[in-house]
Each structure stands twice: as C-alpha cells, then as structure tokens.
C-alpha cells in the first residue's frame, strides 16, 4: 500500500507516535471445529416520525434580491457532492412549486413536501420559490425558502438551480438518508 498521499509532516507525526509499538506475537491461529450457524436477518426499522412539527422562523436578516443566488451547506456534506448539486447533475426526484403562494401557505407546503420526501428516502428534490414580484422589493417567498431551508434538520445542502430546473428562481435540496437499523 502506498503513502505517497501523505505529506513529510504527516508520515514523521505518524512514526512519533508508533514509537514503542510493538507487533502482537503471532502465535497459533485458532481453528473452530464446529460450522457457525448463519445469524438470522436483521429487521430494518426506518426512525421517521409518522408526523412532525417544525417551528420555523419567519425573520430574515439579511434579505436577497431576485437575482441573487442561494447557497447552503452542512460541513459533512462533501465538496465533489455540493459541486454535483450546483451542477445539476443529480436528476431530483420530486418538485414542490410555491409560486403565488402566501407566506404561511408555503411553509406548511414546504414541511409537509419534506417530511414526505424524507419518508420515500428521497435524496434530491427541487424547491420552486420564483424570482419575486415587484421590482425594488425583495422577493418574499425566495427569502423565507433561503431562510427556511436550513432549519430543517434533514436538509444537507441547497442550492440555486441551473436554468434548465428553474434557475434563480428554484433550489435544488439535498436530503438526509433515513436512518436504518
């Protein structure tokens, strides 16, 4: 195996703290004489909750003008993936539009479509908020989304979509994995 990914630095922190380790002694190796017997398959059990409360904030600090673009990512999330999601490489699975609708419309909306994505285990989906209406106002729906969005626990990663999918007036959404046991 090689170590040439590692740096000088790293191979001598590596060797410092080796220092003084020795091999375990490599005595007889034990032989069972009796077949296991298969474990029996384990159940999977999804941890999703049937219904969930969300208690999002409405309050925008900093607002975005229509133009501008929406980012957002949790610092498991790997690099090559966000850049993936930017590119819209990752078909989405589902899409919620929210053009016209009332503030309080599109957050319930919004809860409603992740908890049901998160159930179906969907990992991509596409969040239509528009680009707003009046010009000189900022846009009130694509505020609340930017805002929203990273308050939900299952939500990894969002970002502008390419034009194709909506462009600056819709985000693709990167979702968490269920939990499966």
């Known amino acids: ?14 060797n410092e703290h080796m220092r003084g380790v020795t091999p375990l002694p490599q005595g007889e190796k034990y032989q069972s004489t009796s077949p296991s017997k298969p474990l029996p ?5 999804v941890l999703i909750p049937s219904s969930k409360t969300y208690f999002l ?25 966000f850049k993936r999601l930017i590119r819209g490489l990752q078909p989405w699975e589902a899409k919620l539009d929210l053009h016209g609708c009332k503030s309080d419309e599109a957050r319930e909306r919004l809860c409603n479509f992740i908890e049901q994505q998160v159930k ?10 528009g680009i707003g209406g ?8 694509k ?3 930017n805002r929203w969005l ?10 502008s979509a390419q034009p194709k999918d909506g462009g600056k007036g819709a985000v693709y959404v990167l979702l968490q994995r269920t939990r499966e046991y």
């Open 143 to 145: 505020n609340l989304v």
């Open 57 to 81: 904030s409405d309050t925008v600090y900093d607002p975005v003008p229509s133009e501008a673009i929406l980012s957002f990512k949790r610092p498991q999330v790997l690099d090559k993936q």
């Open 120 to 129: 179906q285990q969907h990992r991509y989906i596409l969040v239509i908020h």
């Open 41 to 45: 398959p384990r159940r999977k059990q």
């Open 1 to 14: 195996m090689s170590d040439d990914f590692l740096s000088d630095e790293d191979k001598a922190a590596f």
């Open 134 to 141: 009046r010009e000189g106002t900022p846009p009130v729906i």
């Open 150 to 159: 990273p308050q939900f626990g299952e939500v990894l990663a969002f970002h």
